[in-house]
């Protein structure tokens, strides 16, 4: 019961121009295995919402280490491996045909809907959720800054990009990171690995600023337009496509 399963085809909608699973699709896999394994837990979305609670993802680092393409088969093997002070974490394996091609770690807030802070997660979720197993690709502590010398790129938040928290969904945030990359280096490469590190809400109407830089390696800053708030920061590898 502490480990789940869940069986994904990828899908056209889900690839980039080039035929390969989006980085931002594989994510949205990872969110969904993990929320069907809170529900069986007992701790999912709309059990922690009847109590005025919800989930918020704040840390992440995701390794893509081999090529997912379209029409792959995949398997997400997904637990919790730990409750904190302050944050949940858990853990995901991503295989094909037996063979593991990429694999995850988060940590996750538990979040009080009304006063938009941060509840101790000890204090409200069950007992068995409380192991303290090791991370299988360690979450990032505080990240980079791009620099004052960094490429801007601008976004507008739209309907799409509101998740069930009514705020600006992970997924989102990587993609408009992924999106300041210049053309050639989209073109050449495919992002490898992203560490994540989510700090504040956006939501609906707001206009998002991005500051990248790096080649290889990239450093992406999120912020609010009106105010400079950041609202996130990320680290993306990349590696020639092949």
């Not at 919402?49 to 088969?73: C, F, K, M, N, Y």
Request: hydrophobic fraction near 45%; charged fraction near 30%; proline fraction near 4%.
């Amino acid at each position: 019961m502490l480990r789940r399963r869940e069986r994904f085809v990828v899908h056209s909608y889900e690839v980039d121009a080039f035929g390969e699973l989006a980085l931002a699709s594989l994510a949205g896999y990872l969110q969904e295995a993990a929320g069907l394994h809170a529900d069986e837990l007992g701790c999912g979305m709309e059990t922690l919402r009847a109590r005025g609670l919800t989930w918020v993802l704040v840390r992440q680092r995701i390794e893509a280490e081999s090529r997912v393409a379209l029409g792959d088969i995949l398997e997400v093997s997904t637990w919790p491996s730990g409750v904190y002070p302050l944050v949940v974490t858990r853990e995901f394996s991503v295989t094909r045909r037996g063979e593991e091609v990429a694999r995850a770690s988060t940590a996750w807030l538990v979040l009080d809907l009304e006063k938009r802070r941060a509840v101790r997660p000890g204090e409200v979720l069950d007992a068995r959720l409380r192991p303290r197993l090791e991370a299988v690709a360690a979450v990032p502590g505080k990240l980079p800054s791009p620099g004052p010398q960094a490429a801007e790129h601008r976004f507008e938040v739209r309907y799409a990009d509101i998740d069930l928290n009514g705020h600006v969904t992970n997924t989102s945030y990587l993609t408009w990171a992924l999106e300041s990359v210049p053309e050639e280096l989209w073109r050449a490469s495919r992002p490898r690995a992203v560490e994540a590190h989510y700090l504040a809400e956006a939501r609906l109407g707001e206009s998002i600023v991005v500051k990248r830089t790096g080649e290889a390696e990239v450093l992406h800053a999120l912020s609010r337009a009106e105010g400079g708030e950041e609202l996130a920061r990320l680290r993306t590898r990349w590696v020639a496509r092949g």
